[in-house]
């Protein structure tokens, strides 16, 4: 029995007549000078808002060959989708790339964030060769094993947030209810008055600073874990370093920064700046010195 997509994405993904034209139209593309990595790490992109900026994506994933691709959530924002549906043809485009290197032989893992969290109800699930899975583990060509997350489970304020939006009005109404009845009580027995909406909203407050250095909560996750380093996107900004010897590295967004992870053959990661590297000039400067050399030499 064929499976019938139960999203709105899924259906007029699977129905959109432009569906097939778009792989055909790309091909052309493939000829440009490749940026030649062992792996890339994408994040935040947001399909279906119009902050997503696909036209650089993939004039990005054009000049990218890589063995292994990560797409490290917000991939989809099904948030907004839901909202207003935005879908122009260049969205379109980078699912049809995405799912052609997959197709070309290019191993692509899909770790869901929140705005796509619909595609968690898929993980262990293969489509069109794109593997979707919770968090991954990856190994460098040096041999350093990095946990790969989108990172919005260790971000307090997204976590809370989603609490009060799942609580809502009718707890917020009914705390303020049993703070009435609880302080009659208290009045009853002689205790002064104390506010217990007040009371929940600061353990709510201390709850976000405990959680609001998201780096060092990734980064000890890692830890705890006995992993050399985390790759995580979500809070859209690029980012490399070491906490407390564990290797940070966050791949940024394609909203503003257009950004990218990448790992040389060698094992060496470096964050590409897209919105400044898109030249050959740009990419030449971004390998290895071996590397550009030997392509100098071919
Ligand atoms: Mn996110």
Not at 241 to 248: N, S, V
Request: one cysteine or more; a negative charge; charged letters at 20%.
């Amino acid at each position: 029995m064929p499976y019938i997509p139960a999203t709105p994405l899924a259906s007029a993904l699977l129905t959109d007549a432009s569906f097939a034209s778009a792989t055909d139209a790309d091909s052309d593309a493939e000829s440009v000078a490749s940026l030649r990595v062992r792996t890339v790490w994408i994040s935040d992109i947001h399909l279906g808002t119009p902050g997503c900026q696909a036209e650089a994506l993939l004039d990005f994933l054009r000049h990218t060959d890589c063995e292994t691709l990560f797409l490290v959530g917000d991939i989809v924002d099904g948030w907004q989708l839901r909202r207003n549906w935005y879908w122009p043809q260049a969205h379109n485009d980078v699912l049809q790339k995405l799912l052609r290197k997959a197709r070309k032989g290019t191993r692509v893992i899909y770790v869901p964030g929140n705005h796509d969290e619909f595609a968690r109800a898929y993980l262990g699930h293969n489509f069109g060769g794109i593997d979707v899975a919770e968090e991954w583990i990856h190994i460098t060509a040096d041999g350093r094993r990095l946990w790969v997350t989108h990172g919005d489970y260790f971000d307090g304020v997204v976590q809370c947030a989603r609490w009060l939006a799942l609580v809502g009005d009718w707890a917020y109404t009914l705390t303020l209810r049993l703070n009435v009845q609880f302080n009659r009580l208290r009045a009853r027995l002689g205790m002064p008055y104390w506010s217990l909406s007040n009371y929940l909203k600061q353990r709510v407050k201390r709850a976000v600073s405990y959680v609001s250095d998201f780096e060092t909560a990734l980064a000890r996750e890692a830890h705890l874990r006995g992993l050399d380093g985390v790759v995580c996107g979500h809070i859209h900004h690029a980012e490399m370093r070491e906490i407390d010897g564990i290797l940070y590295a966050n791949d940024g967004d394609w909203v503003e920064s257009l950004t990218a992870l990448c790992e040389h053959p060698d094992g060496r990661l470096e964050i590409i700046d897209w919105s400044a590297g898109k030249t050959a000039a740009g990419i030449a400067s971004l390998m290895a010195p071996a590397e550009t050399a030997r392509l100098q030499a071919a």
